[in-house]
């Protein structure tokens, strides 16, 4: 992690030969990963009981071709309810500002 407050989180991995696809696209799951990643540690943050949570659903939207040689994750939880969080997430590479790949998800609460 390399930023984590209330609520937010930001994962950074470092792309490796393993992670990519032909033509050097990083491959989707690897992206998925990294954003559930992501968004478990925001609800970590938010919740004393927040490491029992577990992935409830995710949908990620491919925006342009994943490329590079770091992939930076911000998760930012937009509802938090008794038995169910809720967030976004956005994957960028490298120090490029535009999305690669937006994500929505949602945790189960213990």
Do not use: Q
């Not at 943050?45 to 930076?72: C, E, N, Q, W």
Request: proline share 5%.
């Amino acid at each position: 992690m390399t930023a984590l407050s209330w609520g937010t989180a930001e994962f950074e991995l470092p792309i490796r030969d393993e992670f990519l696809r032909t033509g050097g696209t990083v491959a989707g799951p690897v992206l998925m990963g990294a954003a559930d990643i992501a968004l478990y540690a925001a609800v970590m943050s938010a919740y004393p009981d927040g490491s029992k949570s577990v992935t409830s659903d995710m949908t990620m939207h491919f925006l342009r071709r994943p490329a590079g040689a770091l992939l930076r994750a911000r998760a930012e939880l937009v509802k938090t309810g008794r038995r169910l969080a809720m967030g976004r997430i956005e994957v960028t590479m490298d120090d490029d500002p535009r999305v690669v790949a937006h994500i929505a998800g949602s945790y189960a609460l213990p």
